[in-house]
Structures are given as C-alpha cells and as structure tokens.
C-alpha cells in the first residue's frame, strides 16, 4: 500500500456535516446505542458581520457566506439531548440526472458537542484512565486537530504504562521495548506517536492522518481487550517508515 492508496483509504470525513433534512448516523454520547436526530425547531443560524460585509463586492457569490450555528440533537433510544455549536455555508448541488434541477442548501460542520460523541467504541474492559483521556480527545477533535492528536499521544503513554509499569526512557523508546511483547499493538501506538510529532512541531496535521490515529488507538484496544484484531499494519507502516503523516509531502 503506497501513500496514495493512504490518503484515499483516510479520505472520509469523521467531522460529517449535515443538513437541515438530513444528519449523519452519530451515536448518542449519553446510552452510546442509539442515534442522535436534530430537533428541527432548535437549529438556529446567523450569517457573520464580516461576512455580511463582503455582499457589496462585485464578485460577491452565495458560497461566501459564513455562518455560524447552534442546535440540539435527540437520542432515539434514551431521550437524551446533545448541543452542538459550529460553522455553516452555502452548498451548491449540481442536478446529477437529467430533468433535476440544481439546489442549493447549507451544510453545517459541527465543532463542538456538549457531551462529546464517540467516535469510537471503547472496550469495556479498557482502564478507566484512558478511557478518561480518549474522550476528551473526542471532545476537541471537531475543533482542534493538533489538541485531539495531542491527546491521542497521552492515551499512547497512559496504555503503555498500563501495560508495562516498569518502562524507562523516552516514549519512542519504551515502544521499542514494548514490540518485544506486544509487536502489533506497539507498531500501531508508533504510527499514533508520529503523529503526535506532527501535531506539536508544525501543524501539517490533516483530518485524515487523525482519523487513522483514532482508528489504530480504537484497533490496539480491541486487539488487547476485547480480543478483535483489524489489520492496519500496512497503514502504519507508511506512518512509521516516514516518521509522520505522508499527506504532508
């Protein structure tokens, strides 16, 4: 697998906008079974001032606007209520056959929910302290993609030292000496350490490259407690073989 076939295998969108008629399968963050539904009563949006100020510019097009938009969502299993705030804009939809008619319709990305939705399932049997962690990576991952990597990390070092007390040194060394015992999952921990580098040192981080971190940390937990095994190793293999993310090249 090459750094192409990478970017394509990542090139889905965990951050899914959604439209006034329809929302993306996201779990309930409260009973973690059923989904959420936007209660259409509460959407409420508002273009920005400095968006509003570009209306007099002579190449002004409706994909300029910017606005900016809160909601609530209901589970349909427990009832429970999710916030959500984040960004919108104009979205063209060209007629795709013949007699359609091209529309237009806003999209709104979502940047923070209130509580946070998983976005993965974490095992039952995973310690709480890390559980603690990947949620509040969850939490900023809308947001912030170099905070929710940089939390990622933590998990990585909050597992090791889980899994092995007694590692000393740096955390690319204590990985290395972790692969003697636990050779997959200390394979796909390095690629999420790599990763992390690119989030701290020059923010090339792309939502792609955090996507795979969440699903390596969500296959390394299935594979040590909950006994399921994804094959990933190729993906990380180009993470680790380029010491960081390929979409930065």
Request: proline residues 6%; hydrophobic residues 35%; aromatic residues 12%.
């Amino acid at each position: 697998m090459n750094e192409q076939q990478y970017l394509r295998y990542l090139s889905y969108r965990f951050i899914k906008p959604f439209h006034r008629s329809s929302t993306p399968d996201w779990k309930c963050p409260h009973c973690e079974n059923g989904l959420l539904s936007l209660r259409k009563d509460s959407l409420f949006y508002e273009e920005t001032p400095d968006s509003r100020s570009l209306h007099s510019h002579p190449d002004w097009e409706p994909d300029w606007i910017d606005y900016r938009f809160t909601a609530s969502f209901e589970c349909n299993k427990c009832t429970g209520i999710t916030f959500v705030c984040g960004i919108g804009n104009e979205t063209f939809y060209p007629a795709v056959e013949a007699g359609d008619e091209d529309f237009e319709d806003i999209e709104f990305i979502p940047k923070y929910f209130e509580p946070a939705i998983p976005l993965f399932a974490i095992p039952k049997g995973c310690p709480d302290s890390i559980g603690k962690i990947l949620k509040s990576a969850f939490s900023v991952a809308w947001a912030d993609l170099a905070s929710g990597c940089n939390r990622l990390r933590v998990a990585v070092e909050k597992l090791i030292f889980e899994l092995d007390p007694s590692l000393n040194g740096t955390l690319h060394q204590k990985l290395e000496v972790l692969s003697e015992s636990h050779r997959e999952p200390a394979h796909l921990l390095m690629a999420i350490k790599w990763l992390g580098n690119d989030a701290s040192h020059d923010g090339s981080l792309r939502e792609c490259d955090l996507a795979f971190g969440f699903r390596a940390m969500e296959s390394v937990l299935k594979d040590l407690y909950a006994n399921e095994r994804d094959e990933l190793r190729d993906l990380a293999s180009i993470v680790n073989a380029g010491r960081g993310s390929p979409a930065r090249t």
